[in-house]
């Protein structure tokens, strides 16, 4: 998927990775949630291997067998 992607994601585009809404990534940019944020001017940005390390570290252990 990392080779699929652009280096810098939209905030459309970061919502389609996360499955949710604009609204919410704009409310965990604001809340500090997210990493790799990079804002030219009006414009925000993610980096995308930061945002898709961040997913690989929330990700839940896999039970034991």
Same mark, same amino acid.
Request: hydrophobic content about 45%.
């Given at each position: 998927? =990392?080779?699929? %992607?652009? @280096?810098?994601?939209? @905030?459309?585009? &970061? &919502? ?10 704009? &409310? ?15 414009? @925000?940005? %993610? =980096? &995308? ?8 570290? !929330?990700?839940?252990?896999?039970? !034991?067998?």
């Amino acid at each position: 998927m =990392r080779g699929t %992607l652009p @280096v810098l994601l939209t @905030v459309d585009e &970061a &919502a389609e990775l996360l499955r949710t809404t604009r609204r919410a990534i704009y &409310a965990m940019i604001e809340r500090r949630q997210l990493p790799g944020v990079i804002r030219v001017r009006r414009r @925000v940005l %993610l =980096r &995308a291997d930061d945002l898709l390390h961040w997913l690989d570290q !929330k990700r839940a252990p896999s039970p !034991k067998e």
